[in-house]
């Protein structure tokens, strides 16, 4: 069922955004075009027939006016521009923007109603098995069947749904049309989508502007035949053409959307059906938009010009001006023996939605109070992850110690191979990874959820987690800040969360923290700005800063910085890695230092590195001295690797997987230490945990 589907590839995905922004902006050239010449002759074919006298020739050297054609090509030019700048600076605030306009309302990370927590369960699952910030969720109150994901970046990103869609659909057909809107935010889709839909507006502009001077004809009597009236019913022949020529500019922009979209689908279920391995969930779901009545139409003003970022076809249009394929064809694609025929969709049954109900609870194995008492919950297996001895310690360079624990030798071989192809993984989840997040959300203490799905909560949750897990010392003066600065009731959350944090091992932290993204949006920037101050002295408060810190210290930037307007904009400055090749040297070195405690292990996995990079001036650069690569000096390197166009990105992220993979033994050290790496590279990466069958 599943051969023929591609593997996601995060970095083509990539140059075919670039390929497809390059299409779009030729045909928006050739549509201004037409718009342009339009405008010039219908202000100079007005224009001369204004100036002409009664009954005088008219010859083609009448209509050959330079200065109409300046001033007419001109001004069309600065209102298209103008207008598709206005609308893509509205939108450039990220998926909130998109997601108001359609009417959507964000679900609460709190909320308690089962429907909405099935969606935020899938969004929450899906985030950490694809290695990205938690987005935020939107509903829309119609009753169709439908979602889109809208932002400018990943960590803009955020996911609307209708009430429809998670009303009709059960959990695994909402799974694979949650998984195809995260294979357009791990694409970077949504950048194409928001520059879309300003150039539609820009072309749209020039209808609406027809229509109005239409209007002020009608009302100011232009329409009535007079002879004294020549120069009303000249203003509205002007409107009435500038409408009909706005009317060709909207069949461009239709024609645009869908030359750029309709293929972007077939893609987006591929990978939706890569990512869960359920190719009947999203084929379902499919089926289900075609049984119902309503489809997966949306009565939002502003549908029309962002139809192409939903899920279905949100407006009805013609085969040739349509932004998807059609429905039966995206089946069959998934389904080859699908036999054309919708069934009639309702709404659940009363068992189908207890049952579903159920799906939502938490398990009865789940911890609950018992885990302040010290004791660890009981397991439950993760696919392709071992079961892990809690507080086994790992000692690293430089005297810091980290806790973490080394996988057998099965998964080491396993998840070696996979950080080696970092590269193919970054932006490239799957099933495994999939399991792997839902069993780590079923094992986390109930109090501990109920905190990190609320702003001043999750606050104290971040600062548990923060706190020292082994130094009574340094765990006091931490919890004297909180008591100095914080505000009022989190220092005594912070302690009643930091007791269930001391029971779970190492791997469920950072996505504790990612999970915890969408109830931190929720602060007023002023909280934000103390939360941040906060965190940063909790992290210094042992003068030092250990791997997971700087790790959650980066999380948190990439997660919520762009919401709260404090992430600077990045453009592209590099498209060689010989142009940042002494930052790939500082962070090639100190991933070489920091999983290895022997100097000479550390040379040979900075040269299994540099051996990814044969082309760069790199093979030229001995690894450096320990004193030369701290984590201060990685954070340099890598805002400016950040500036790398995305190929030069992937060439680095796979060095960085050579560096750490070169012994074949990979620790949760090294792994947050990458994650923290690929996180300010802007390059979400997976759980490692193990090669799919």
């Known amino acids: 069922m599943e051969q023929g589907y591609q593997t996601m590839d995060f970095f083509g995905a ?28 219908i202000v100079d074919t007005v224009y001369v027939f204004s100036v002409k006298e009664e009954n005088a020739p008219v010859t083609v050297q009448d209509f050959l006016n330079l200065d109409i054609f300046i001033y007419s090509v001109g001004g069309t030019l600065a209102l298209v521009m103008g207008a598709m700048a206005i609308k893509s600076a509205s939108l450039s605030g990220g998926g909130e923007k998109v997601a108001t306009m359609l009417g959507g309302v964000k679900i609460s990370p709190s909320t308690t109603d089962l429907e909405e927590r099935k969606v935020l369960n899938v969004v929450e699952e899906m985030a950490i098995a694809s290695g990205v910030p938690t987005p935020d969720v939107y509903l829309m109150p119609d009753d169709s069947i439908n ?77 009535r035949s007079s002879r004294d009236n020549k120069g009303g019913a000249a203003f509205l022949v002007v409107g ?61 003003s502003g549908a029309e010009e962002a139809s192409h970022m939903f899920f279905g076809n949100c407006m009805k249009s013609s085969l040739i001006f349509a932004t998807h394929p059609p429905l039966k064809d995206r089946i069959r694609r998934i389904d080859p023996g699908f036999d054309g025929n919708f069934p009639a969709v309702s709404a659940p049954s009363p068992s189908e939605a207890d049952s579903e109900r159920r799906r939502q609870k938490r398990p009865a194995s789940r911890a609950t109070g018992t885990a302040g008492a010290g004791r ?18 790992i000692p690293l360079p430089g005297g810091a110690v980290i806790g973490g624990a080394i996988l057998d030798e099965e998964h080491q071989r396993q998840i070696a191979n996979s950080v080696k192809n970092a590269g193919g993984s970054v932006g490239n989840p799957g099933r495994l990874q999939l399991d792997y997040a839902a069993g780590l959300m079923e094992q986390i ?43 009022r009731g989190i220092p005594d959350e912070t302690r009643k969360l930091q007791k269930f944090v001391q029971t779970l091992d190492r791997q469920f932290l950072l996505p504790l923290a990612e999970v915890s993204a969408p109830a931190l949006r929720d602060l007023s920037p002023d909280q934000y700005q103390q939360f941040k101050q906060l965190t940063r002295g909790l992290i210094e408060s042992d003068q030092a800063i250990d791997l997971f810190e700087y790790t959650l210290d980066r999380m948190i930037e990439s997660a919520l910085d762009t919401h709260f307007g404090l992430a600077g904009r990045r453009t592209v400055e590099f498209y060689n890695v010989n142009g940042v090749i002494p930052e790939v040297q500082i962070i090639l070195s100190c991933l070489a230092y920091q999983g290895h405690r022997e100097t000479a292990q550390a ?48 060439e680095v992220v796979d060095a960085v997987g050579n560096t750490i993979a070169a012994d074949g033994r990979i620790t949760h050290v090294e792994a947050e230490l990458m994650r923290a790496v690929c996180y300010g590279f802007g390059c979400p990466v997976p759980p490692f945990v193990g090669m799919e069958k």
């Open 376 to 393: 660890q919950p009981p397991p439950i297996p993760i696919p392709g992850m071992p079961d892990i001895p809690a507080g086994q310690n």
């Open 14 to 41: 990539q140059d075919r955004a670039k390929s497809n922004t390059t299409k779009l902006v030729l045909l928006f050239i050739l549509a201004l075009a037409f718009l342009c010449l339009g405008m010039f002759a």
């Open 445 to 487: 203490p109930e109090e501990l959820e109920e905190a990190i799905h609320q702003p001043m909560t999750a606050m104290a949750a971040i600062f548990a987690l923060l706190l020292d897990r082994t130094d009574e010392s340094i765990r006091s003066t931490q919890l004297q800040l909180l008591e100095k600065s914080g505000p």
């Open 603 to 650: 040379e040979a996995a900075y040269n299994a590195g540099r051996q990814a990079l044969p082309n760069s001036n790199l093979k030229d650069r001995p690894i450096l001295p320990k004193e030369a690569c701290g984590l201060s000096d990685v954070d340099k390197a890598i805002e400016k690797i950040r500036r790398c166009a995305m190929p030069v990105r992937k």
């Open 240 to 300: 009435l053409s500038v409408f009909v020529l706005g009317s060709a500019g909207l069949f461009f922009s239709r024609w645009i959307k869908s030359s750029v979209s309709r293929q972007r689908e077939f893609l987006a279920d591929a990978s939706a059906v890569q990512f869960t391995r359920n190719p009947a969930g999203i084929a379902g779901a499919l089926k289900k938009i075609g049984g119902l009545s309503e489809g997966s139409s949306i009565r939002a």
């Open 147 to 223: 979602a889109f994901a809208a932002g400018t970046e990943i960590e803009n990103a955020v996911i609307g749904v209708t009430r429809g869609c998670i009303h009709f659909l059960n959990r695994d057909e909402l799974q694979g049309v949650i998984a195809h809107e995260y294979s357009h935010i791990l694409n970077q889709d949504m950048k194409l989508n928001i520059r879309l839909m300003g150039i539609v507006f820009g072309i749209m502009v020039i209808a609406i502007i027809g229509r109005y001077l239409m209007e002020i004809a009608a009302r100011s009597g232009a329409a």
